[in-house]
C-alpha cells in the first residue's frame, strides 16, 4: 500500500465529473487500499478517487458512530455511488476538505439519506445513512460530480493553527 499524494484546490481535476468504474480488478483493488491509507495518513473521514487526481466514482469512507462509546470505525467503499432518497430535514454543520487545507464553512446538508452504491467487489448495496455518516457520504459524491464544499457553503473561514492542531489529533 502507498500514501497518494492528495490533489489541492484550485487543480482543475477537482471541477471534473468523474466516470464511472467499470472493472473490478486488481488494480482497482489496490487504489482502494491506497486511498484507505492516504485518508488515515492525511487524517480524513472520506477521500474521492478525483482528491488523488483518478477520474473515477469512487469514495472510501471511515467514520465510528460518536454516540456509541468505544465504537470502532466501519470502513465503507463507495463505487459508483448514488442518493436515491433524502429526508426532508435538513442540518447546517461545519465542513472541511482535505483537498482545500486550512478552510471549514458552514454547510448544509441532509440529515438522512440512502445511496445505492457497489462495493469493492462489485456487488451492488444500499446504505441508510444519518447525521455525520449521511454529511460525509454526501461530501464525497459531491466530490465525483466536481463540487468542492466551499460551492455549498456559507461562511467559509480560514482555520487558525490551533484549530487546525485540534483537527489533526
Given at each position: 500500500?502507498?500514501?497518494?499524494?492528495?490533489?489541492?484546490?484550485?487543480?482543475?481535476?477537482l471541477?471534473?465529473?468523474?466516470?464511472?468504474v467499470?472493472?473490478?480488478?486488481?488494480?482497482?483493488?489496490?487504489?482502494?487500499?491506497?486511498?484507505?491509507?492516504?485518508?488515515r495518513?492525511?487524517?480524513g473521514v472520506?477521500l474521492a478517487a478525483p482528491?488523488?487526481?483518478q477520474?473515477?466514482?469512487?469514495?472510501?469512507?471511515?467514520?465510528a458512530?460518536?454516540?456509541?462509546?468505544?465504537?470502532?470505525?466501519k470502513?465503507?467503499?463507495?463505487?459508483n455511488?448514488?442518493?436515491?432518497k433524502?429526508?426532508?430535514?435538513?442540518v447546517?454543520?461545519?465542513?472541511?476538505?482535505?483537498?482545500l487545507?486550512?478552510l471549514?464553512?458552514?454547510?448544509?446538508?441532509?440529515?438522512d439519506?440512502?445511496?445505492k452504491?457497489k462495493?469493492?467487489y462489485?456487488?451492488?448495496?444500499?446504505?441508510?445513512?444519518?447525521?455525520?455518516?449521511?454529511?460525509?457520504?454526501?461530501?464525497?459524491?459531491?466530490h465525483?460530480?466536481?463540487?468542492?464544499?466551499?460551492?455549498?457553503?456559507?461562511?467559509?473561514?480560514?482555520?487558525?493553527?490551533?484549530?487546525m492542531?485540534?483537527?489533526k489529533d
Amino acid at each position: 500500500m502507498a500514501v497518494l499524494d492528495i490533489v489541492k484546490f484550485p487543480d482543475p481535476r477537482l471541477r471534473l465529473k468523474a466516470k464511472p468504474v467499470q472493472t473490478f480488478d486488481k488494480s482497482l483493488q489496490k487504489l482502494i487500499d491506497d486511498m484507505l491509507e492516504t485518508m488515515r495518513a492525511a487524517p480524513g473521514v472520506g477521500l474521492a478517487a478525483p482528491q488523488i487526481g483518478q477520474s473515477l466514482r469512487l469514495a472510501v469512507v471511515e467514520y465510528a458512530d460518536e454516540e456509541e462509546e468505544d465504537a470502532k470505525p466501519k470502513t465503507y467503499v463507495l463505487i459508483n455511488p448514488e442518493i436515491v432518497k433524502t429526508s426532508q430535514e435538513t442540518v447546517v454543520a461545519t465542513e472541511a476538505c482535505l483537498s482545500l487545507p486550512n478552510l471549514a464553512g458552514e454547510v448544509e446538508r441532509y440529515e438522512d439519506i440512502t445511496v445505492k452504491a457497489k462495493n469493492r467487489y462489485g456487488k451492488p448495496m444500499k446504505i441508510t445513512a444519518s447525521g455525520w455518516l449521511a454529511r460525509i457520504f454526501q461530501h464525497e459524491i459531491d466530490h465525483l460530480n466536481g463540487v468542492l464544499f466551499i460551492d455549498r457553503a456559507t461562511n467559509v473561514y480560514e482555520l487558525t493553527d490551533e484549530e487546525m492542531a485540534e483537527i489533526k489529533d
